[in-house]
């Protein structure tokens, strides 16, 4: 198998997001995005699967290693011999990749999320970093589009933690700020136990959820009003991600948050359809100068 074909298969059989809006890309494009969401997804993988704290800092050392190898030319890794080719080609930077494994380590670690700087910086390592590669990769001009990346990164983030708040409690993490919780009245077994019975919702939770969906909501707001008219062509993909994020911030809207008994995920023909509504609108967007939407 070339390295090319395993990020491909890394990618598509992770059923990520991503890789509905990658198929629209142009075929160099999509290798290096391939790439890159591979790299995340070995990253991601191991402090997710590996119990062990002590092999998974192990693991991470190891690709902290590759990227260093990466930028000298002598990556070992199938991944790895990707991002060489990746790099050669797109204005990559290292320390984005030290970035992502920091995030890593903060997840290994078990260090809890306290206040909204330490989500603020988790977003940030996990998803905006995300972001700057993928522009990167997309092309852009102007450099407020990097405040674009930045805040779609923490939109998307947002959004995945409401999406696997009650999935996330099963492997020990909770990512919203034990401040913010206090502030809530919500303790961690309110967020283990959810909801409970249709007659007993706990309110304080929902509240909380909400404010947490606001912030979500105000990060894509953001994400639109930083990106320049000259980069929107060419950072369309950005938006077709932002899109089927958005789609899974209705459906969660719909489910009333309810992730503890209701499925919050789209399917997959769901996310194609939304890439492609937004694809086709943004094909026309510029000529008729229509403003930047993600409800699809």
Not at 97 to 110: A, H, K, R, Y
Not at 132 to 144: P, R
Request: a neutral charge.
């Amino acid at each position: 198998m070339t390295p090319e074909k395993y990020c491909e298969d890394k990618t598509r059989g992770s059923g990520s997001s991503f890789f509905y809006a990658f198929l629209f890309l142009a075929p160099e494009k999509r290798r290096a995005m391939m790439a890159l969401y591979a790299f995340c997804r070995e990253v991601d993988d191991i402090a997710d699967e590996i119990k062990d704290k002590d092999v998974a800092m192990q693991k991470l050392s190891f690709w902290q290693d590759e990227v260093d190898r990466v930028y000298a030319g002598q990556a070992r890794h199938p991944v790895g011999i990707e991002l060489m080719w990746t790099i050669k080609h797109y204005p990559i930077e290292k320390e984005q990749f030290t970035e992502m494994i920091e995030g890593m380590l903060m997840d290994v670690s078990g260090k809890p999320i306290v206040s909204e700087d330490d989500l603020t910086l988790y977003c940030y390592r996990v998803a905006g970093v995300v972001g700057l590669m993928s522009i990167a990769v997309f092309g852009f001009k102007n450099e407020a589009s990097k405040s674009f990346a930045l805040n779609m990164g923490e939109a998307l983030q947002l959004t995945n933690i409401l999406r696997d708040v009650y999935e996330d409690t099963k492997i020990g993490r909770i990512y919203l700020p034990q401040q913010t919780r206090a502030k809530f009245k919500v303790t961690d077994q309110d967020i283990r136990d959810g909801f409970g019975e249709d007659e007993g919702v706990n309110q304080n939770l929902k509240a909380l959820l909400q404010y947490v969906e606001n912030k979500a909501k105000q990060a894509y707001v953001d994400a639109l009003a930083a990106l320049p008219a000259e980069d929107r062509r060419s950072l369309c993909p950005s938006l077709m991600m932002g899109a089927i994020y958005y789609a899974h911030l209705a459906k969660l809207e719909l489910i009333n948050f309810d992730v503890w008994k209701k499925h919050a995920r789209l399917s997959p023909l769901r996310k194609i359809w939304v890439a492609w509504r937004a694809w086709a609108y943004e094909k026309k967007a510029g000529k008729k100068l229509l403003p930047l939407r993600l409800d699809f």
